[in-house]
């Protein structure tokens, strides 16, 4: 079984499909790693969520004793983080596509051989 570790939040992540049946349907070691990355990174902007959430409360954000200044420095920061997850995302997301059109493309070339 195959796990996608979130370093910041302790969060581990089981790869979401069975891959124990008979046929051999393990996915290349490219494939279960960029997942992986893919659900890294959507962590990343979950949690970032979270924060920016958080510093939008005002009950929140006052709990944490910031200064308007220090709370707009933070969103600003949390955002241009935010901003190079999802940019780091897309070719992953990209790349997974392709991955799937080449597997779907080769099953329908053996199944036009048989």
Not at 20 to 33: H, I, M, Q, W
Not at 95 to 102: L, N, Q, T
Request: net charge negative; hydrophobic share 40%.
């Amino acid at each position: 079984m195959f796990f996608a570790f979130h370093s910041t939040t302790g969060q581990a992540t089981p790869y979401p499909y069975d891959i124990s049946g008979d046929r051999n349907e393990t996915p290349s070691p490219e494939y279960v790693l960029l997942w992986a990355l893919q659900t890294v990174l959507n962590a990343d902007i979950e949690m970032i969520d979270a924060v920016l959430a958080h510093l939008d409360d005002p009950e929140a954000a006052e709990s944490l004793g910031l200064s308007e200044e220090e709370k707009a420095e933070a969103k600003v920061a949390q955002a241009s983080i935010r901003e190079r997850a999802q940019a780091e995302l897309h070719p992953v997301t990209a790349r997974i596509a392709e991955i799937v059109e080449e597997a779907k493309k080769k099953e329908l070339d053996i199944h036009a051989e048989l």
